[in-house]
Nanobody, 115 residues
């Protein structure tokens, strides 16, 4: 069973920064991709950023230039550095992992940006 544990969420003022971490553990095949999604109240879950095992990265247009995803393969950990945060970035942020044709999700971490 694969477990994903997120950390780093919290309350920050607009313009501030946060760094999210997601560590994967458990029995799994090689990791194909990891990523971050978010879900704001009353909205659908949306992709924030993703990174493949070969290092291909994609971002949602709304976070380009402000967020950076990175990955430590040795630690099976993915990070999301979030700068210049805006109130509209407020959401629960979820980590996910694709391995062996299966998609796994973390429990989510709350990010709240005050104006």
């Amino acid at each position: 069973q694969v477990q994903l544990v997120e950390s780093g969420g919290g309350l920050v003022q607009a313009g501030g920064s946060l760094r999210l971490s997601c560590a994967a553990s458990g029995s799994m095949f090689s990791i194909n991709a990891m990523g971050w999604y978010r879900q704001a109240p009353g909205k659908q879950r949306e992709l924030v950023a993703g990174i493949t095992s070969s290092g291909i990265i994609n971002y949602a247009d709304s976070v380009k230039g402000r967020f950076t995803i990175s990955r430590d393969n040795g630690k099976n950990t993915v990070y999301l550095q979030m700068n210049s945060l805006k109130p509209e970035d407020t959401a629960v942020y979820y980590c996910n992992l694709l391995s062996g044709g299966r998609l796994f999700w973390g429990q989510g971490t709350q990010v709240t940006v005050s104006s």
